[in-house]
Nanobody, 123 residues
Framework: QVQLVESGGGLVQAGGSLRLSCTAS????????VGWFRQAPGKDREFVAR????????NYADSVKGRFAISRDNAKKTVYLQMNSLKPEDTAVYYC????????????????WGQGTQVTVSS
């Protein structure tokens, strides 16, 4: 089992950058695929990015490709989401989630979720 805590959210102007962190407690963090999701007010939760166990494979939503980068440091039990060129439409609560499998369907199978961190991008 793993517990996840997100941090790094805040208020930033359009065009700015933020780096989110997802820090895990529990053992065997390197056994988990970690994904980032977000949910804006009145909208469904959507997939943002995911990273494989060792970091060798990643996927991104089309809306963030070229602007966001996901990475991980297994020694620190942390996954990062570097967000650049932020837009007002990136405003949402961002969640990290973990599972042990690399599934074909990007959004399915996540067993563990953090509480989320708010990102607000002003225009």
């Amino acid at each position: 089992q793993v517990q996840l805590v997100e941090s790094g959210g805040g208020l930033v102007q359009a065009g700015g950058s933020l780096r989110l962190s997802c820090t895990a407690s529990g053992r065997a963090f390197s056994s988990y695929v970690v994904g980032w999701f977000r949910q804006a007010p009145g909208k469904d939760r959507e997939f943002v990015a995911r990273i494989s166990w060792s970091g060798g494979s990643t996927n991104y939503a089309d809306s963030v490709k070229g602007r966001f980068a996901i990475s991980r440091d297994n020694a620190k039990k942390t996954v990062y989401l570097q967000m650049n060129s932020l837009k007002p439409e990136d405003t949402a609560v961002y969640y990290c989630a973990a599972q042990t499998e690399w599934r074909v369907v990007l959004t399915s199978g996540y067993d563990y979720w953090g509480q989320g961190t708010q990102v607000t991008v002003s225009s």
